[in-house]
DNA sequence: AGACGGTGTTCCAATTGATGGAACGCTGCG
DNA sequence: CGCAGCGTTCCATCAATTGGAACACCGTCT
């Protein structure tokens, strides 16, 4: 093969990655795929596919299931996941933020933060409410969602550095999602802009038909955004307008709350 | 080092083991590692250690601090575990079954599968009922448990093949956890055979002080167990006679029904 | 039946990709 | 200032990975 730092980088183990690649070819709906199908995808013979098959089945990251003799992921991938949730204080310093701002509103509420050009769920706390339609993306801690047509996206990358931006915007493929998703690098700046001085991020039909949603950054101590705050309801409940009358405030004030438990001082900014 | 098959699997990538215990080696009570730390640890190289956390970092699974130079756990892992989440047709399935279990009894009730000793909790719906003492013992789902004094852990083992059982219970340390931990391998055979009969386990404070629950078991369209689904309150909430009397059954129907939608046909066994 | 194409798995010599010592630049401490 | 620790890079050495071949197994098609 190639000599030495074939890709980008140089100084990274082949087998590693190539073990990864493997794990990451596990996804609910492709849930059990076998040797030989590992070794097409990735172009590994089918020993060397079977070789870290094996070692990722005796560690408990992958199970053989018995009659298809195929492989499906390990309930110990599990432990990878929550070890990540858990690390992270922003997730147990806004819990009960989260709890209460949902408590109040009656909506369903979530957090997320930002990964490369995706938002990343990490808590949620719904209130299954009489009359609320069901819009339900599969919106599960964990789920990724584009950036670009999330009010959360939004709201951080309208506090992230110039710089930062300016690696990211590029990468975005502004594809339609909803009525009124923005199709444009320069629509997209103009809305960061207004969101910037608005301190609120809305999501009218961008992502989806009848999904509307208000969002608001969170900041960590040292003042950059790390995260934002939303809350989502259906277009039959309210018109974007009510919502961020009714509920911009507290979910500002909420955001502003966590920002504040994670030693963020807002005078400093 | 060792020529070939160091331990035990033949045929195993050393490099891919290596880099997935770099990535288990991050909990929530050590977020962030050094590479030096790794490499001792582990004992590697310092270099060796740096290649395979520059990897991991490359792909998205670790996160360098930029203040500390150490490293995180990146979102990325979050997508593994949720694509395990994901792939289980029993989570789907039972969420409706578990939800209604939940609110007509207004307890918190999990489903938890087996891996090896432990319980592993898939799936859960928390009633925050007033007056119910909280006493999470940091149970969400992902979360861990030694399946021997567990209610769902009695409840999967008391229905396992005979072969399997053998192979696992050498494994298990009978460690007293709660006031009435069984603490022997015999007492804890008899405690399954009393499951048996009954179809129904009970934990009465065998993990820790205060915590009740009773848990049923659920089969696959195969006829193996393969679940367990439990209903917890607090010591002042009810006596274990009351538990069983009041939600036993409820519990039973529950994981009968879920067992039944996974295409499991009662009358075969 | 029989041949076939598919699977997962094992083995082994060839060699490629991993290895770790040395060295660099950096930071914080005494 | 020196020192000790860190993360990082480089490169010749060598061991761990590689992949072809072969096996056993399973359905399917002829």
Redesign the pocket.
């Known amino acids: 093969?190639?000599?030495?730092g074939s890709d980008g980088?140089?100084?990274?183990?082949?087998?590693?990655?190539?073990g990864l690649a493997i794990l990451s070819s596990f996804h609910s709906d492709r849930p059990l795929?076998?040797?030989?199908?590992?070794?097409?995808d990735l172009e590994?013979?089918?020993?060397?596919?079977?070789?870290?098959?094996?070692t990722l089945a005796k560690l408990g990251y992958l199970q053989?299931d018995a009659e298809s003799?195929?492989?499906r992921l390990g309930p110990k991938v599990l432990d990878l996941g929550f070890s990540a949730l858990n690390s992270m204080e922003l997730v147990e310093i806004s819990a009960p933020h989260l709890r209460r701002l949902s408590d109040e509103t009656g909506r369903t509420v979530n957090l997320a933060i930002l990964d490369g050009i995706d938002v990343v769920y990490i808590e949620r706390y719904r209130t299954a409410q009489q009359g609320q339609r069901e819009i339900d993306l599969n919106l599960h801690v964990g789920a990724r969602l584009p950036a670009y047509c999330t009010a959360m996206g939004k709201a951080i990358l309208a506090f992230v550095p110039e710089e930062q931006l300016a690696g990211v915007l590029p990468q975005i493929d502004f594809v339609p999602r909803g009525p009124n998703t923005l199709t444009s690098p320069s629509a997209f700046r103009a809305e960061l802009a207004k969101i910037r001085s608005a301190g609120l991020a809305v999501n009218d039909e961008e992502l989806a038909y009848g999904l509307r949603s208000i969002a608001a950054p969170i900041y960590s101590h040292s003042g950059e955004v790390i995260a934002a705050l939303n809350l989502a309801v259906h277009r039959t409940m309210a018109s974007m307008d009510e919502m961020v009358a009714r509920f911009g405030p507290a979910v500002i004030k909420s955001a502003q709350e966590i920002s504040q438990s994670m030693g963020h001082r807002p005078a400093t900014v």
Request: proline content about 0%.
């Open positions: 093969m190639e000599s030495r980088g140089t100084g990274t183990s082949q087998s590693l990655e190539r795929i076998g040797v030989s199908e590992l070794s097409r590994l013979s089918r020993s060397t596919a079977h070789r870290y098959v094996a053989q003799k195929r492989y």
